[in-house]
């Protein structure tokens, strides 16, 4: 029975190697359109989207993506590190990274672990110094809260200013066609002598 | 969602049911099998709840599953006697008695998960109506229960009749028919089958006891067929049914249930009546006592079946059917007050582990999901949410984590909170996802339908560079989030060496 929870865990292992985790995903991407993506740098075998539990709804969809082996793998997270992959819109690129053991929802418990908590005594000496840790605690979540907060807003920002410099290209370019298209540059060039044409 | 489908081994949908009702998104069935067994519309089930001793039981009268692949039954409820003893008067009830629900109001009907649906239940209707196939008297015997009457929930009150159409269904379908007898007897006979294996074992009264103590931990449908055979085995018209029979299976049931008889009455002989009832079977007592406090106290007002829809259902009981994604069962208790968020714990810990902490710690059977790491939760503080059992569970575990100091095998305390967690549903807003709207060029049908794919943006492009600006970011944010908690883990080292122990 133990001997079985060991190759089971250790099967797990594995998978976890030949597992790469993607972030940014736009919310659009379902398993499909993520597979047909990842199928072009090996073989992928299985795709889990991750459960977002508690973080704010903003957050880009995650998922751990099984590849065949350990060396496709690695290789989309280097060839992403790359250059700029993106599935199912532009501009913003996903990022992978290798997958963690604690990433995996459905994990096995750890073969031959058993964990025993006991209540500390209010005169055990260590009693204070646990109080502090969960104080410290309460804080460093608050902190890791407000750090995801000011990330949010600098990509709202981004995509904020990258949406109107895109809006403010096309209305240039817009112009331009339309300058073209009634005859204004023509007749200016005509005025300034200028040659339009590409041959010389 | 996808996984519902396929990780239910044994679960098929049957015949499809023609579309209708105000859900035109949903597919209606008229039946489906579980695990051999087939189920179909109009069957009667058990239903069990959470915190109930006893399982409901009710008649499906509408299946279907939801475009979200959620299956989900309507269920037209029968009463227990003991579930409206308020409004029962002077009036007098067979003991395997159900009232069917009628009229307007709560308590009439609810929207179920399919997978509350705990078993079959022989539900045999005694009405003298023409209309009714009348059952044989050897079909009344493998009956679970009978019923002739309803309860109307609006009135509250009795009523003789059936009406015309309950809930929307036609009394035909509420009536014996034809072949639902038959089936349901020989569903019935299989059970009893393997029922007196059990029985057979009883010969001795000390063996009984750790019998009926063994029983809390039996499955539940089993167990309910235990509870309607005593039943039966008390009333007398059944014994003499019983002895009439000739057949080989039947003779060891009998033997099987006098047996168990024999011993009730010797009990009976020696000791109180509840005495008796708590030596055969703690939780009939468990059920009568919660009866008898619900015909006191006049709190009872309304029935209580209404909770159903908003309580989650019990899923480590019934273990047959996929239990509900952990993400719904979170929804329901963060509404109840019996979801607690744990902090501080070790990332590596399962969800498993976790439950066993808090049963350590505070001797209460939970439901826990660890949450899993992501790229930017923090590596020092794994997170859990926990589901107990009460309001006041939960209430008292984070006091008491306030309080004192649950600590872990490292020596770290654990730390709970009440957390919100985030809303179900698709999130609709991705930043960083730029279209270009051209209002002279309307988006044509190729653009509506085109295949969307992924690709590398080219380096001569204006994509690259905005991707470029992109992946800068990320990795400024990335590196701020290390930062920090590198920064954190440094202050728990120094709060760690101050730990006297270890």
């Not at chain 1, 410290?136 to 990258?162: F, G, N, P, S, T």
């Not at chain 1, 290209?169 to 200016?188: H, P, Q, W």
């Not at chain 2, 009344?140 to 009795?158: C, E, N, P, Y």
């Amino acid at each position: 029975m133990a001997g079985n929870a060991e190759t089971e865990y250790a099967a797990f292992l594995e998978k976890v190697k030949r597992t790469v985790y993607v972030d940014n995903l736009s919310p659009q991407v379902t398993e499909h359109v993520l597979r047909a993506a990842l199928d072009q740098f090996g073989t992928v075998k299985s795709i889990q989207f991750m459960t977002n539990y508690i973080e704010p709804e903003h957050i880009p969809k995650r998922a751990l993506v099984e590849m065949e082996d350990e060396e496709q793998a690695k290789a989309i997270v280097d060839l992403v590190a790359g250059c700029p992959l993106m599935i199912l819109g532009m501009p913003r690129p996903l990022s992978a990274c290798a997958a963690k053991v604690e990433m995996f929802e459905d994990r096995p418990a750890k073969p031959g672990r058993k964990i025993e908590v006991r209540w500390l005594d209010p005169d055990d000496p260590d009693f204070e110094v646990a109080q502090k840790w969960k104080d410290i605690d309460k804080r460093h979540a608050a902190e890791a809260q407000l750090v995801l907060e000011v990330r949010k807003a600098e990509e709202e920002k981004l995509a904020k200013q990258q949406a109107d410099n895109l809006k403010a290209n096309f209305a240039k370019y817009e112009m331009i066609n339309a300058s073209m298209a009634d005859g204004t540059v023509e007749r200016l060039a005509r005025h300034y002598g200028m040659n339009l044409r590409d041959e010389v | 969602m996808v996984e519902t489908s396929k990780d239910d081994i044994g679960f098929k949908w049957g015949r499809k049911g023609r579309p209708g009702g105000k859900d035109r998104e949903a597919q209606f069935y008229e039946s489906f099998h579980f695990d051999g067994v087939e189920y179909a519309r109009y069957d009667c089930v058990y239903l069990y709840k959470e915190g109930e001793p006893e399982p409901f039981v009710g008649k499906l009268i509408k299946i279907w599953e939801t475009p979200t692949k959620l299956r989900r039954a309507k269920v037209l409820w029968f009463f227990r006697p003991c579930e409206i003893t308020n409004y029962l008067g002077t009036e007098q009830l067979l003991e395997n008695e159900l009232l069917l629900a009628s009229g307007e109001g709560v308590g009439l009907a609810n929207v179920n998960p399919l997978e509350a649906i705990a078993g079959k239940c022989n539900v045999i209707c005694t009405s003298k109506d023409p209309r009714n196939l009348q059952p044989s008297h050897e079909e009344l015997q493998m009956a679970d229960f009978v019923f002739s009457r309803t309860f109307d929930v609006g009135q509250r009150k009795i009523i003789d009749k059936i009406d015309e159409r309950i809930c929307g269904t036609e009394v035909k379908f509420i009536f014996n028919r034809i072949g639902s007898l038959n089936h349901n007897a020989v569903e019935k006979v299989l059970c009893l089958d393997k029922e007196d294996e059990d029985l057979g074992k009883n010969a001795l009264p000390s063996e009984a006891i750790v019998k009926s103590l063994d029983d809390l931990n039996r499955p539940l449908k089993k167990r309910k067929l235990d509870a309607s055979e005593i039943l039966l085995g008390n009333k007398h018209k059944n014994d003499e049914g019983k002895s009439t029979d000739g057949v080989g299976r039947q003779a060891s049931i009998q033997s099987g249930s006098a047996s168990e008889k024999q011993f009730k009455n010797k009990n009976l002989n020696e000791s109180p009546r509840g005495e008796k009832v708590l030596s055969l079977k703690p939780e009939e007592k468990f059920m009568e006592l919660s009866c008898g406090k619900l015909g006191e106290v006049s709190s009872h007002q309304s029935p209580r079946k209404d909770n159903h829809e908003a309580l989650p259902v019990d899923v480590d009981k019934n273990t047959w059917f996929k239990e509900p994604p952990f993400e719904d069962r979170m929804q329901t208790a963060c509404e109840q007050g019996t979801l607690v968020l744990l902090r501080n714990l070790d990332p590596t810990y399962v969800s498993t582990e976790v439950e066993d902490i808090i049963w350590q710690g505070f001797r209460e059977k939970c439901s826990a999901k660890m949450l899993p790491q992501t790229t930017t939760s923090s590596p020092h503080s794994g997170q859990a949410f926990v589901i107990f059992k009460t309001k006041e569970a939960a209430k008292r575990a984070i006091k008491k984590l306030y309080t004192g100091c649950l600590v872990l095998p490292d020596g770290r305390p654990l730390v709970g909170c009440v957390e919100t967690p985030c809303s179900p549903g698709k999130q609709s807003t991705f930043n960083g996802h730029l279209v270009i709207s051209n209002p002279k060029q309307p988006q044509t049908r190729e653009t509506k339908e085109a295949v969307s794919t992924s690709h590398f943006s080219q380096p001569n492009t204006i994509v690259y560079d905005m991707a470029m600006e992109w992946s800068l970011q990320q990795q400024k944010l990335d590196f701020i989030l290390d930062k920090l908690y590198k920064k954190h883990g440094m202050e728990l080292k120094k709060v760690k060496a101050h730990l006297k122990s270890k």
